[in-house]
């Protein structure tokens, strides 16, 4: 199983819609109804590192209603340890509002909810003494992120940033991250750091001399592709796999997760 991985990231539920191709700006377009599907980056990425076999602690904020119990059932389902989970009794569980056009490129808002009072301090604290492998996103926020990877660095343990959505703020964590992983978009946006981990989409994904492709597959939602990938790199990683061996784990696991609609299904089983 490896060194223990923590996940400190968000807890979201996404409402999914499917269109024939996005709208520009100022345009209505018709959707096919609504669907209510697990998401968040955070719990994406416990999700998909505990199915390929890390141990997990979630770290997170869901709100006291039916969504965030369901997610939480879901997530102890995988076997992720959710003694960091709290509830916060003002705030909804989080959301994200997504667009997934016929070709399965998808557009995404996210409303904070219960993840927006997760503060920084209290996300520290929680990652515990035996953490081997610290990961974080920043659909919390910068200052949250940075807490977490200075006590990640305080531990000794590995420390990982998924700089997305990306911000001005994510160059400042930049030197707090061990690995750090991104799309193309992202990288740019960071200035292209050079050894970072840079997903590909369908081409793959690159880091350093390291680079991967994934087999062929029937694409129906790109939504939550790069979390998977992201799981399924600490995942590796965490059993003490080289960047080669992680790279190609971490490829197959986000081709796997384009070919079901939306990040994860109620019904996930890896």
């Known amino acids: 199983m490896g060194a223990r991985v923590v996940v400190v990231g968000s807890i979201n539920v996404d409402s999914v819609v499917r269109v024939e191709r996005h709208p520009r700006p ?38 006291d209603d039916e969504l965030g119990r369901r997610y939480v059932g879901l997530l102890a389902a995988h076997g992720v340890d959710l003694s960091a989970v709290t509830v916060d009794p003002a705030q909804p569980t989080g959301q994200a509002f997504i667009t997934v056009s016929e070709d399965g490129e998808n557009s995404i808002i996210v409303v904070a909810g219960a993840n927006g009072t997760l503060e920084a301090d209290a996300a520290a604290r929680a990652i515990p003494d035996d953490a081997g492998l610290v990961v974080t996103q920043l659909e919390l926020g910068a200052e949250v992120a940075e807490a977490v990877l200075r006590r990640g660095r305080a531990l000794g343990a590995l420390t990982v940033l998924n700089a997305s959505p990306v911000s001005p ?25 050079a050894d970072a981990c840079v997903t590909l989409g369908a081409a793959g994904a690159r880091w350093g001399a390291a680079d991967a492709s994934p087999d062929p597959v029937d694409v129906v939602d790109t939504t939550g592709a790069g979390d998977a990938f992201a799981g399924a790199l600490v995942a590796a990683l965490a059993a003490g796999a080289d960047r080669a061996a992680a790279l190609r784990a971490a490829v197959d696991a986000g081709a796997r997760a384009t070919t079901y609609a939306g990040a994860q299904p109620w019904g996930f089983a890896g």
């Not at 590192?49 to 979630?58: C, Q, S, Y």
């Not at 703020?169 to 750091?193: C, F, T, Y």
């Open 26 to 63: 100022g345009e209505t377009v018709l959707g096919e109804g609504v669907e209510l599907l697990p998401g968040g980056k955070g719990a994406n990425l416990a999700a998909g590192a505990a199915a390929a076999g890390a141990d997990v602690l979630m770290v997170g904020r869901v709100g």
């Open 169 to 193: 703020a994510a160059s400042a964590l930049l030197e707090l991250a061990d690995v750090v992983v991104v799309n193309e978009h992202e990288w740019a946006a960071l200035g292209k750091p």
